[in-house]
């Protein structure tokens, strides 16, 4: 089954640590740039980074370069968001969502998972 | 950063047209991308590259640019239709994502 699958997420306090991770299966991981795309409750999309397929390279949104770090394994088909000093914006549920070949836009979506910065 | 302007909700009757609109200072020289969103799901890619459609996508649904200005159109609208529309550019320069602020779509 073609699936992208997120989990991870829960409660932090603000300046606390979170990893999430996406687990693929059912199409060619290895040739796959993953995104992640996060949504605020009762807001918009908001693209948070990606990286290419061979995880050579990544790209970050302004609002959270330099806390969070994204990563990849293609022995495990496997995709993760390791976050740090979380603050109470980041607040959202967390989608991956895979790129189809080079061509920018996201033909595959997980569920999304919770996270929740709050004291 | 690149700012993509939607309007925040069109409302229709069933069996009319709906338009939403989606206006960057690039986007003339972008592949446009469009999103449907419904409560407590993920989002679904409906139109890709302009005017794309992806297999199971029913043709109401069609894309097209002038300008600066993208616009998705969802013909013959039905309940089901009810949902958020997102449009979506990739910004090549930055290797940035850009998302459209959203449109609540509202069958009357």
């Known amino acids: 089954q073609v699936q992208l699958v997120e989990s991870g997420g829960g409660v932090v306090q603000p300046g606390g640590s979170l990893r999430l991770s996406c687990a693929a299966s059912?199409?060619?991981?290895?040739?796959?740039?993953i995104h992640w795309v996060r949504q605020a409750p009762g807001k918009g999309l908001e693209w948070v980074s990606f990286?290419?397929?061979?995880?050579?390279?990544?790209y970050y949104a302004d609002s959270v370069k330099g806390r969070l770090t994204i990563s990849r394994d293609n022995s495990k088909n496997t995709l993760d968001l390791q976050m740090n000093s979380l603050r109470p914006e980041d607040t959202a549920v967390y989608f991956c969502?895979?790129?189809?070949?080079?061509?920018?836009?996201?033909?595959?979506w997980g569920r999304g998972t919770l996270v929740t910065v709050s004291s | 950063s690149y700012v993509l302007t939607q309007p925040p909700s069109v409302s229709v009757a069933p069996g009319q047209t709906a338009r939403i609109t989606c206006e960057g200072n690039y986007i003339g020289s972008q592949s446009v991308h469009w999103y449907q969103q419904k409560p407590g799901q993920a989002p679904v890619l409906v139109v890709y590259?302009?005017?794309d459609r992806p297999s199971g996508i029913p043709e109401r649904f069609s894309g097209s640019k002038s300008g600066n200005t993208a616009t998705l159109t969802i013909s013959r609208v039905e309940a089901g239709d009810e949902a958020d529309y997102y449009c979506q550019v990739w910004d090549t320069d930055s290797g940035h994502h850009v998302f459209g602020s959203g449109t609540k779509v509202t069958v009357l």
């Open positions: 990286i290419r397929d061979d995880g050579g390279d990544k």
């Open positions: 969502a895979k790129e189809e070949l080079r061509k920018g836009f996201f033909n595959l």
């Open positions: 590259v302009n005017s």
């Open positions: 059912g199409f060619n991981f290895n040739t796959s740039a």
